[in-house]
């Protein structure tokens, strides 16, 4: 049974940093699937944020493109999403996804961690 398990956030400032982790298990989830970090702000739908690929590749939103950086630690099952320049308009709840299509029988696994808050408010 795959489980995420997201941790880090809290309450800053406009302008402040936070570091969010997503703790994977069984081990090699993070080197044998797409890592993706999501975000749900209060009364909209759920937005992809930034993804990293199994070889290490990463791509982002347009909308955090350049403040925001996902790693990850393949050896630790950890992946990472560093905030920075945060607004308030981040404010929402962070989740850690899991994602391949395996293709054949198996199909697509795609897997979701309980998320944690951000809060950006002065």
């Known amino acids: 049974q795959v489980q995420l398990v997201e941790s880090g956030g809290g309450l800053v400032q406009p302008g402040g940093s936070l570091k969010l982790s997503c703790a994977a298990s069984?081990?090699?989830?993070?080197?044998?699937?797409?890592m993706n970090w999501y975000r749900q702000a209060a009364g909209k739908q759920r937005e992809w944020v930034a993804a990293?690929?199994?070889?290490?590749?990463?791509t982002y939103s347009d909308v955090v493109k350049g403040r925001f950086t996902i790693s990850k630690e393949d050896v630790k099952d950890m992946v990472y999403l560093q905030l920075n320049t945060l607004k308030s308009e981040d404010t929402a709840v962070y989740y850690c996804n899991a994602h391949r299509d395996w293709g054949g029988f198996t199909g697509t696994r795609e897997y979701w961690g309980q998320g944690t808050q951000v809060t950006v408010s002065s």
């Open positions: 069984p081990p090699s989830i993070t080197s044998t699937y797409t």
């Open positions: 990293i690929g199994r070889g290490g590749v990463t």
